[in-house]
């Protein structure tokens, strides 16, 4: 199985600062990379990343991913996205339960699991987020949080989970320059692959992805653990010699 490197954009970009990188991307990737690729961008600049990759062949390896997707179908709904939409716009990916949207937007585990249902039924491919505050880790509540998250996904889903990409996110590595050493974050995948496992005997084909500040620094001893398949990439993402470096560190 090969390894997945996502980048999540967040709120950043601009149709100049989006060509710039993306152009340095195409420029850096030359032969065809070991692992799969992907950008999760806002979705105003959805059409301007697909225009892109017909522009430079070398981002034809490059999937485009959103960063969220509304959990109904169409209606009156001001604001959100729909996945049609988004399949219209050539979305492989999309990025569901991200930690800022549970904390700021006050996204249930409920609400994540349905968010996925419905990323599924349109053919995307759901990554969905789970991951534990500092003060859940410090009550020894790790375990109890990300399954308690996956399970609601698990729940909602039954035999599509196995079409999912799931991402372990420690909320107290996102954004903040610390990062659960390698024997951290392997526990925790090794547990989430666990989960997927007595659910599933499609487990194997579940990317499970690291996304707490992997770095050009530190990508390399995250990745060469047995149940690291990847990483979901925050700030990286957007300094395309950093973003390549992380690429460069997958094992072959």
């Known amino acids: 199985m090969k390894k997945l490197i996502a980048g999540n954009w967040k709120m950043n970009g601009s149709l100049a600062a989006n060509e710039a990188l993306l152009t340095a991307l195409a ?3 030359g032969k065809i990379p ?3 690729i992907a950008v999760c ?3 105003c600049y959805l059409p301007q990343v697909q225009a892109l990759k017909l ?3 070398a981002l034809g390896a490059v999937e485009v991913g ?3 997707i509304s959990a109904h179908a169409s209606g009156a709904y001001t604001g959100e996205v729909s996945a049609d939409m988004l399949k219209d716009l050539g979305c492989r990916y999309v990025i569901v339960g991200h930690s800022e949207r549970r904390q700021y937007h006050a996204e249930t585990d ?5 968010k996925a249902k419905s990323a599924l039924a349109a053919g995307i491919t759901p990554i969905v987020c789970v991951g534990e505050t500092l003060d859940e880790r410090e009550a020894g509540r790790t375990e109890e949080v990300v ?3 996956l399970a609601a996904v698990i729940h909602a889903n039954g035999h599509c989970i196995s079409e999912v990409v799931v991402a372990y996110e420690p909320v107290w590595a996102i954004g903040t320059g610390k990062t659960a050493s390698p024997e951290e974050a392997q526990a925790v995948h090794a547990v989430l692959r666990a989960q997927l ?3 599933t005997d499609q487990s194997a084909r579940i990317k499970i992805l690291y996304g707490g500040s992997m770095n050009a620094a530190n990508a390399a001893t995250l990745l060469a653990q047995p149940d690291i398949d990847g990483g979901l990439i925050g700030g990286a993402a957007l300094k395309p010699q950093d973003f390549l470096k992380i690429i460069a560190a997958v094992p072959v």
């Open 27 to 29: 420029a850096g990737l």
């Open 34 to 36: 070991s692992c799969e």
């Open 41 to 43: 961008v806002p979705a």
């Open 55 to 57: 522009t430079h062949s």
């Open 66 to 68: 959103a960063q969220d």
């Open 110 to 114: 409920a609400l994540v699991a349905d």
């Open 147 to 149: 399954k308690r998250q």
């Open 197 to 199: 496992k007595a659910a």
